[in-house]
């Protein structure tokens, strides 16, 4: 991706990257006020579908600060968190002492075909400058029968959910960046989710990347969406 703006939603890497660098420290906390706090349950939704406890290995890609990746971890999985901005990763190793964290492009991922018995994704897919690439990256890596789960945020299509979700995140999300001190990244926040693919498309470009049994929930009055599908054998 050569250009992009947050009014777009749409970010060169490199200005991502520097964006995540730019609020880890309040990252954690927004997400917390934005959601009421409702993200830690939706996080063990996802990590519920991946199916990984004792003897299996995950990876959580874009892992941010680790939230996802210490779910996982929680249900006896080795779990390697990556992710391509250091300070969201620094954030993740004091969190999370006992997990491992890398730094790596989730479009290029280091990691062996098949190495993991599931790879997550919570909120990042929505980043990636090309999300075929990223969930074919995610399909390569996982062992034939094992889960990809995708967890983002969705537009809700029907009223009155569309409505609020218009207000609070065309008004407050943004209202709450500039309070933050950072209205650029939360004037992206909304812009990206708007232009992400919905549930249909998203579950078609996870069936492209490889993934059979590809199905989806809606949470939270249709907000968020967690995809699954299983690597082909
Ligand atoms: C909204 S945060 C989500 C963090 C975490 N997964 C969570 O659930 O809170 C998005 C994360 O994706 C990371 N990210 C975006 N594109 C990436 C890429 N191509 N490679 C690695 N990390 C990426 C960012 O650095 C950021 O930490």
Redesign the pocket.
């Known amino acids: 991706m050569s250009g992009g703006s947050p009014a777009s939603g749409t970010l060169p ?1 490199t200005q ?2 520097a964006m ?1 660098d730019r609020i880890a420290r309040i ?1 954690d906390p927004v ?1 917390t006020v934005m959601t009421a706090g409702m ?1 830690h349950a939706w ?1 063990r939704r996802a990590a519920d579908l991946t199916g990984v406890g004792p003897g299996s290995r995950a990876l ?9 990746a210490v779910e996982l971890a929680s249900r006896g999985a080795a779990v390697t968190g ?4 250091p300070a ?1 990763l620094e954030l993740a190793r004091a969190k999370a002492p006992e997990l491992e964290f890398e730094e ?4 290029a991922l280091r990691y062996d075909d098949a190495e993991f018995d599931a790879v997550t ?4 897919a ?4 090309d999300l075929d690439q ?1 969930l074919r990256e995610m399909a390569r890596v996982t062992k034939p029968g094992g889960r990809v789960v995708v ?1 983002e945020i969705t537009t809700p299509q029907r009223p009155p959910l569309s409505w609020f979700f218009r207000a609070w995140f065309d008004r407050i999300v943004p209202l709450l960046g500039r309070v933050a001190g950072d209205s650029d990244a939360y004037t992206y926040l909304p812009n990206s989710v708007r232009r992400f693919p919905g549930p249909e498309a998203l579950g078609a470009s996870m069936a492209a990347a490889g993934l059979t049994d590809v199905r989806w929930i809606l949470t939270a009055g249709g907000i968020i969406a967690i995809h699954s599908g299983t690597r082909a054998p």
């Not at 959580?60 to 996802?68: E, F, I, S, W, Y």
């Open positions: 890497e991502v990257r995540f990252y997400n993200h996080r959580d890609v874009a892992t941010g600060t680790g939230d996802l990556m992710d391509f901005s969201m790596g492009d989730a479009l994704v919570g909120f990042g929505r980043n990636f400058a990223g967890l």
